[in-house]
Antibody, heavy 114, light 107 residues
Framework: EVQLVESGGGLVQPGSSLKLSCVAS????????MNWIRQAPKKGLEWIAL????????YYADSVKGRFTISRDNSKNTLYLEMNSLRSEDTAMYYC???????WGQGVMVTVSS | DIQMTQTPSSMPASLGERVTISCRAS??????LNWYQQKPDGTIKPLIY???NLQSGVPSRFSGSGSGTDYSLTISSLEPEDFAMYYC?????????FGSGTKLEIK
């Protein structure tokens, strides 16, 4: 069974940092590009970052460029999102998803508030 | 950036009805178009990839079509579990972009 399990979310203050993880199982993680996608409360889906299967290329939405870093460790079947200088507008459910193959996690909530 | 215009934003429909949701890209996306279903609990289910290919396990009442800038998702006969939000997404170029969503509601 394919699983993507996100963790690392929580309530943080503006300006702080947080690192999300997404552990994959049930498919060959190292063969797939991976995305982070978020959804603010009562809003639509917003893509924020993509990393190629071998980490050779990374792409970011303008809204997070320079503040967020996507990375992966294929030996651990894990995708990461390091988030710095967090703002209230970063409050959202964060999902990891394969670039192809149709694999999505259940999401992890990040709340940025003082 | 490629803008994805999804219509309608909401759609009341009845069980057994055939419905179509549309998505228009601001420029050609070479069929690099996905469709997703989101349930009220937040669970996202990929339905269709590359315009018209069903993801594994997706019922055959779902179908996708289109080319160039215009794409659509059709549900041939609505089942109770189909009432949900639907999103299109282009992956032709970065930034990947989503449509604003269609809420399929029971009439």
């Amino acid at each position: 069974e394919v699983q993507l399990v996100e963790s690392g979310g929580g309530l943080v203050q503006p300006g702080s940092s947080l690192k999300l993880s997404c552990v994959a199982s049930g498919f060959t993680f190292s063969n797939y590009g991976m995305n982070w996608i978020r959804q603010a409360p009562k809003k639509g889906l917003e893509w924020i970052a993509l990393i190629y299967y071998d980490s050779s290329n990374k792409y970011y939405a303008d809204s997070v460029k320079g503040r967020f870093t996507i990375s992966r460790d294929n030996s651990k079947n894990t995708l990461y999102l390091e988030m710095n200088s967090l703002r209230s507008e970063d409050t959202a459910m964060y999902y990891c998803a394969s670039h192809i193959g149709g694999y999505w996690g259940q999401g992890v909530m990040v709340t940025v508030s003082s | 950036d490629i803008q994805m215009t999804q219509t309608p934003s909401s759609m009341p429909a009845s069980l057994g009805e055939r419905v179509t949701i549309s998505c228009r890209a601001s420029q050609g996306i070479s069929n690099y178009l996905n469709w997703y279903q989101q349930k009220p609990d937040g669970t996202i289910k990929p339905l269709i990839y590359y315009t018209s290919n069903l993801q594994s396990g997706v019922p055959s009442r779902f179908s996708g079509s289109g080319s160039g800038t215009d794409y659509s998702l059709t549900i041939s006969s609505l089942e109770p579990e189909d009432f949900a939000m639907y999103y299109c997404q282009q992956y032709d170029s970065s930034p990947l972009t989503f449509g604003s969503g269609t809420k399929l509601e029971i009439k």
